[in-house]
């Protein structure tokens, strides 16, 4: 059995309050909090990348702020996940998905671990900017759904039914793009151990991939001991493998 690998992306809608200067200002009062507007999801492996938005539900209204048919949907995408990667996802994504959850009487999903590639990129390059449509243009991988900026929220948010269809092939887009730069992170990443989700092997099954191509090169050296140095052809993860004696 392999992981199940979710890749993941949602699109928020802005907090409408009231203030008395523009920029970096403190609101005087919250009339709307955020809601999740859009998730667009992917598993590593499968070809389609799929989205859901607040006007698929039948009891959608642009005026009506509620996004608990949204957020059921994706508990049970989250429970299914046995890793999620997300675009700075530990500081977003997955803490703003769980507000809506406690919000709307949802409990926690099935745990589950991450991958944050924005921690990736910080930790072990230094790109000229780690934001996701950067990073896929300096890796030539492609680049977002150009769009009219914040006035796209806002008409998603009047109901514009054009709009709503740009911020679902935006959301869509950014999935495709975080895929391809996960699987070019990956092999630097400390990665959860997906080899404990294969079934047992006698021979060496790499951590980050699954992969079996595994060449043995040379020892790596602890501070007490010898292990097996091993590289998977598959990915290009190093790690290691049995204590030498």
């Not at 994504?93 to 999903?109: A, Q, S």
């Not at 671990?113 to 390059?125: E, G, N, Q, W």
């Not at 709503?164 to 151990?193: C, F, G, S, T």
């Amino acid at each position: 059995m392999a992981a199940k690998i979710l890749m993941l992306d949602v699109e928020t809608s802005p907090i409408i309050g009231y203030a008395w200067v523009k920029y970096d200002t403190n609101l005087i009062e919250i009339i709307e909090p955020f809601r999740i507007l859009s998730f667009a999801y992917k598993w590593l492996g499968e070809e389609t990348v799929f989205v859901k938005a607040l006007n698929d539900y039948k009891s959608y209204k642009p005026d009506k702020y509620d996004d608990s048919l949204l957020m059921k949907d994706l508990h049970g995408l989250l429970d299914a996940a046995d890793i999620i990667v997300a675009h700075n996802g530990d500081a977003f994504d997955i803490k703003k998905i769980n507000t809506r959850l406690l919000v709307n009487g949802l409990k926690p999903p099935a745990t589950y671990k991450t991958v944050d590639t924005l921690k990736v990129a910080r930790k072990h390059f230094k790109f000229d900017s780690n934001k996701l449509n950067d990073l896929a243009q300096m890796l030539g991988i492609g680049k977002k759904v150009p769009h009219v900026g914040f006035a796209l929220w806002k008409a998603c948010m009047a109901g514009d039914a054009a709009a709503w269809e740009v911020m679902k092939e935006y959301n869509q887009q950014d999935v495709v793009l975080l895929e391809e730069i996960y699987l070019r992170l990956r092999p630097w990443a400390v990665h959860p151990d997906v080899s404990l989700y294969e079934k047992k092997s006698e021979t060496p099954v790499c951590p980050s991939c699954g992969g079996r191509h595994i060449q043995r090169r040379g020892t790596a050296v602890a501070k007490t001991r010898k292990y097996q140095r091993l590289n998977c052809q598959d990915c290009g993860t190093w790690f290691s493998g049995a204590l030498e004696k």
